[in-house]
């Protein structure tokens, strides 16, 4: 026996909502995926995002990368980097002479331009990890301390190799 009722075809819930709040909805779900990215923290116009770890060697010495991105701030400074375990963290900078020999030595800070962007990768500026205890995978947080910006706190992924 056939039911007299008849069905109307599916509609969304979120259909139904008025234009303007579907407008909010979606820049609010378009900014929480944005600060989803892996490593990515942001403080103001300061934008702190891939950061990334090489496994440990036996001893705990290593090496921490990451893109800084100034937005539209102003110039600004970072200072150090601490991590909540203990591990020591020193800035580094990898520097070339003409007769091609490279050396890597500490530095006291890493200028940030106004609006600019500073990579800490190999071969540049990075950041010199000792006493760390962690394999790849593993997350661990780096907190940033900027001269202006403050503290930014970011995960770091823990890669192989």
């Known amino acids: 026996m056939r039911s007299s009722r008849r069905s109307s075809p599916s509609r969304p819930a979120i259909a139904g909502l008025a234009p303007g709040l579907l407008l909010a909805l979606s820049v609010v779900v378009a900014a929480l995926l944005a600060g989803c990215g892996a490593g990515a923290a942001t403080a103001g116009p300061m934008t702190v995002h891939d950061a990334w770890i090489r496994e440990p060697m036996a001893g705990g010495m290593t090496a921490g990368y990451l893109v800084v991105d100034n937005g ?27 007769s091609g020999m490279s050396g890597m030595s ?5 200028h940030v331009p106004a609006g600019g962007t500073v990579t800490l990768e190999p071969g540049g500026f990075h ?30 992924e823990v890669r192989a190799g």
């Open 127 to 156: 950041l010199m990890i000792d006493g760390l205890s962690a394999k790849a995978g593993d997350k661990v947080e780096l907190r940033l301390q900027f001269q202006h910006a403050g503290v930014i706190t970011v995960q770091a």
């Open 72 to 98: 539209t701030g102003q110039a600004d400074i970072l200072t150090g980097v601490t991590i909540p375990s203990g591990a020591m963290v020193t800035l580094h900078k990898t520097t070339t002479d003409a």
């Open 106 to 110: 500490p530095v006291d800070s890493i």
